[in-house]
């Protein structure tokens, strides 16, 4: 194995000619930042190991049984984050926002209301009433911590599952171990349901630790579903393979009295994600590595060349969320940029109120990529 793992990006013409929904959805001479996907090269353990499930004719139905990625990630989450995972409690699902439909239908009792964080990840807003329940954003404090007030007065209304994004998304934000407790405790008072979307815990840069759900505490434990996927940290996306992880009794019942949800996960999925826990971590060190860069150079562009443009650096993830509203470009800045600056970004609206005059900016990308990012940004002023 290479003590360098090969991270170089490919020009635009070359990432316009792949298939994903990142690089088909806009014209060639558009640079794309918006779906969370990184624009390097797969690990070359992955690719190895998808490979060879290929040269050997391996592309049924996933098992039934996932020992080998349990283990996998077990061994991942002792290492990365100090998480102790029993492997008896992994369970296999094909994405996190299935996993999250499923169990809300479960767990939202009379109320039908799941709660979340706003701003916040699209899906969010979207699939609870696809299930039939109530999408109840809470927003953000202004310092982009969890209003405690404002979500105790939720739960006060009968809501009894809070959907919590960490790291969080479009923010970037770690959070702290202190306010994690606080919303442990919080929900423990309301009997709610966490259910932890922690599919970018990989990501954490420089400066920031995540702290799993499932090691907050008793009470975390016991009202508590993680989610995890090795999609976001290491480009597996379209393979469609996840993870629901439990800690206690109470919440291994309510999760193996869910749907078989398993049966639609990919075998290759399964095969890329083992490799990627139990042979990914170089490569994902030389990818946080690069992030930690690329996330100092986005801060130097933008000073230099949009000083009007303010945001908080992400503490997780590879996503920047930009406040524009001094720029004047109005509720959806991205629809500017787009036409005037040739990049597509995240629309602030899309992630809730809380996001008129924001936009998302993805730099898990080359360096040359995340300048000429800025600088079409900055063409469209």
């Known amino acids: 194995m290479s003590r360098h793992p090969d991270l170089r990006v490919p020009d635009l013409s070359a990432l316009h000619a792949r298939r994903s929904e990142k690089w088909t959805g806009h014209d060639p001479d558009v640079l794309v930042s918006t779906i969370a996907e990184m624009d390097f090269p797969v690990a070359r353990p992955v690719k190895d190991a998808l490979r060879a499930a290929i040269d050997r004719d391996d592309l049924g139905y996933a098992p039934d049984g996932i020992p080998e990625l349990a ?3 077990a061994g991942f989450a002792e290492r990365r984050m100090g998480w102790r995972v029993d492997p008896e409690q992994v ?69 009894r599952v809070l959907l919590l994004a960490n790291p969080h998304n479009p923010t970037g934000r770690v959070l702290p171990r202190s306010e994690l407790e606080a919303l442990a405790e919080l929900c423990a008072e309301h009997d709610a349901w966490v259910l932890a979307d922690e599919i970018h815990a990989p990501l954490v840069l420089t400066g920031a630790a995540h702290t799993p759900w499932l ?38 019942e309510v999760v193996a009295a869910l749907p078989p949800l398993g049966d639609h996960a990919g075998l290759l999925g399964i095969v890329g994600a083992e490799a990627a826990f139990a042979h990914g971590d170089p490569w994902l060190d030389a990818v946080l590595a690069r992030l930690d860069a690329n996330r100092t150079l986005l801060g130097e562009r933008l000073a230099a060349d949009l000083p009007e443009v303010v945001w908080s650096p992400p503490s997780g993830t590879y996503l920047a969320w930009l406040d524009c509203r001094a720029l004047g470009l109005g509720d959806d800045p991205a629809d500017a940029f787009l036409r005037r600056g040739r990049i597509a970004l995240g629309q602030g609206p899309r992630y809730g109120d809380p996001g008129r005059g924001f936009v998302r900016l993805n730099f898990g990308t080359s360096p040359e990529l995340v300048t000429e990012a800025v600088r079409r940004m900055a063409s469209a002023v």
């Open 215 to 252: 090691e907050v505490s008793d009470a975390a434990r016991e009202r508590g579903v993680s989610l995890i996927s090795a999609s976001k940290a290491f480009n597996l996306a379209g393979l469609k393979a996840a993870l629901l992880v439990t800690a206690s009794d109470r919440a291994r």
């Open 71 to 73: 283990a996998a990630f």
């Open 91 to 159: 369970a296999l699902i094909p994405d996190v926002m299935v996993g999250v439909a499923a169990l809300a239908i479960a767990l939202a009792g009379d109320a039908g209301a799941v709660a979340f964080a706003s701003p916040a990840y699209p899906p969010f807003f979207a699939e609870p009433p696809r299930a039939g329940l109530r999408a109840r954003p809470v927003p953000l404090a202004p310092g982009g911590e969890f209003d405690l007030d404002a979500l105790r007065a939720e739960l006060g209304t009968g809501t």
